[in-house]
């Protein structure tokens, strides 16, 4: 199994920047693609970023132009760069990751909060 641990989160005002990071640990052959989910309290979880090992990226439209995902294959840690941070941006932020071990799976980091105040 994999695990993954984020960090980074926090407050800031509108129009600042934060970067998570997650990294994933644990028993597996391989991390394939690695992304970004957000969940704003009474709503659905969304995407918001998700890169493959490759490097080839996917953005939700809300974010395109503002954030930034990347990631480190050495260090199985995927990152999420948030600039010009919005209201609307204050989330759980959740890392995803799908790997190989006795077959294909995915796993969920613990999330970490992410509060944009006008």
């Known amino acids: 199994q994999v695990q993954l641990v984020e960090s980074g989160g926090g407050s800031v005002q509108a129009g600042g920047s934060l970067r998570l990071s997650c990294a994933a640990s644990g028993r597996f052959f391989r991390i394939n693609d690695m992304g970004w989910y957000r969940q704003a309290p009474g709503k659905q979880r969304e995407a918001v970023a998700a890169?493959?090992?490759?490097?080839?990226?996917n953005y939700a439209d809300s974010v395109k132009g503002r954030f930034t995902i990347s990631r480190d294959n050495a260090k199985n840690t995927v990152y999420l760069q948030m600039n010009s941070l919005k209201p609307e941006d204050t989330a759980v932020y959740y890392c995803n990751a799908k790997f190989l071990a006795a077959g294909y799976s995915d796993s969920w980091g613990q999330g970490t909060q992410v509060t944009v105040s006008s």
């Open positions: 890169i493959t090992t490759s490097g080839t990226t």
